[in-house]
């Protein structure tokens, strides 16, 4: 087996190995570049930012204070470089392309543990529709996605001092970023918690959810409502509950016929990953399955798989875990490429 650690290849299989990591590094950049785009939905963020920035405040309307974002976090990274460019389109693509590749690349050198499973994984998110399309398009995901490399860098190498409090401290700013993203990653926190100590761990958790509670309390204070107005009127429709979890099995429905290769990947790695018994992986699998079923129930999305590329990402990080061989014959031909 090859490991990511270049301490155990021999020269031929390390550069093997870098070259094709560089390689799908290269043409994932180049997939974003050439199907980067911009949603509406995007454009009622940067209204928000440029208010921000012009100094009028985080609002839609200068003179009402309404959180008309699903994401403060992302909002607030984007005012940054907006406010050196003052230009909205390109600024927010560069943001998003450079978070993507660095999830990507996080993907592959610090969470993988074999070539062969980041490779795999690298490829299933290149050629999955809703991770790429998602990887830019303004939303909030680029984001996500490298939120959830960081947390599980942090999550598989538990060892250094002062790490559940920074993995409470990603868990916090999954949240700020969306909070319902915190379903993937909160049974992973619990549970390594609970395995450290109770005691131990809630003083960590205290620290590091400090962000989340920072910025609830603004919201509150600020807006009046701990959560965006879209939730509000989301949980007003009158609609039966029911029919809201018929509209979500339509939208996974929707991106089985248009991208079977991300709930196809998805389903393969996490049945992988409970069917190796590493209990390590469980958590997050269980993650994925809370949030698919979060999305059926609330009526899924308008944008088909807008709320898959971050599930899938986590599946492709469980499955980039598994040691799996690596040929020595696929090594011999592309090094001799």
Known sequence: ???????????????????????????????????????????????????????????????????????????FVLAVPYSVTREAYFTTLAVSMLASVAAMWLLM???????????????????????????????????????LAIFFVLYWHPSRAHRLTLLWLVTALVMVNRIDAGLLVLPAALVRTYRTGWLEGAK????????????????????????????????STGIPPGEVASQGFAFLLNSAANDPLTLLAMGVFVSVALATGARVSWPIAFGIVLYVVYVVRVGGDFMSGRFLSAPLFCAAALFARFELPWSPRFTSAVTAT
């Open 1 to 75: 087996m090859i490991k990511l650690d270049s301490g155990g290849l021999a020269p031929p299989e390390l550069g093997a190995h870098v070259f094709l990591r560089a390689s799908l590094l290269g043409l994932f950049s180049i997939v974003l570049v050439r199907t980067a785009w911009m949603c509406d939905d995007a454009y009622i963020t940067l209204r928000t930012v440029d208010n921000l920035v012009s100094g009028f405040g985080p609002r839609w309307n200068v003179v009402e204070r309404v959180q008309t974002y699903t994401h403060p976090l992302w909002m």
């Open 204 to 235: 960590a958790a205290a620290v590091g959810v400090i962000p989340l509670v920072a910025w609830e309390l603004f919201s509150i204070v600020y807006y009046g409502f701990p959560f965006p107005n879209t939730a509000y009127a989301k949980r």
């Open 109 to 147: 050198t610090r969470i993988a543990v074999s070539a062969a499973g980041a490779i795999i994984g690298a490829v299933v998110l290149t050629f999955s529709r809703a991770f790429v399309e998602f990887s830019t398009s303004g939303l909030e995901n680029p984001l996500t996605h490298l939120l």
